[in-house]
């Protein structure tokens, strides 16, 4: 079983910064992808970002030049640098990892005040 642990969200005004971190219980080695969705209230769950055991990465239209998602595989841990916040960013953010299925984390609440 798979055991990924976000942190880093919380409160912050509009135009601020976050980082989320994701840490796994295994090696990323093992996955074939990393990523972050998001939820809203109210809204379906939304792909973010994720990268690639290879390092490729792809953003959703609405964080392109604002969110940056890298990985550090020394500490199985990846990351979600969060810049320029919009209030339209609020969500809870679920990290995920596919390796022949998908786990999830249990979520972080990003809140992005005016």
């Known amino acids: 079983q798979v055991q990924l642990v976000e942190s880093g969200g919380g409160l912050v005004q509009a135009g601020g910064s976050l980082r989320l971190s994701c840490a796994a219980s295994?090696?990323?080695?093992?996955?074939?992808?990393m990523g972050w969705h998001r939820q809203a209230p109210g809204k379906e769950r939304e792909l973010v970002a994720f990268?690639?055991?290879?390092?490729?990465?792809n953003y959703a239209d609405s964080v392109k030049g604002r969110f940056t998602i890298s990985g550090d595989f020394a500490s199985n841990t990846v990351f979600l640098e969060m810049a320029s916040l919009k209030q339209e960013d609020t969500a809870v953010y679920y990290c995920?990892?596919?390796?022949?299925?998908?786990?999830w984390g249990q979520g972080t609440q990003v809140t992005v005040s005016s």
């Open positions: 295994r090696s990323m080695f093992s996955f074939n992808v």
């Open positions: 990268v690639t055991s290879d390092g490729r990465t």
């Open positions: 995920w990892a596919d390796s022949f299925r998908i786990y």
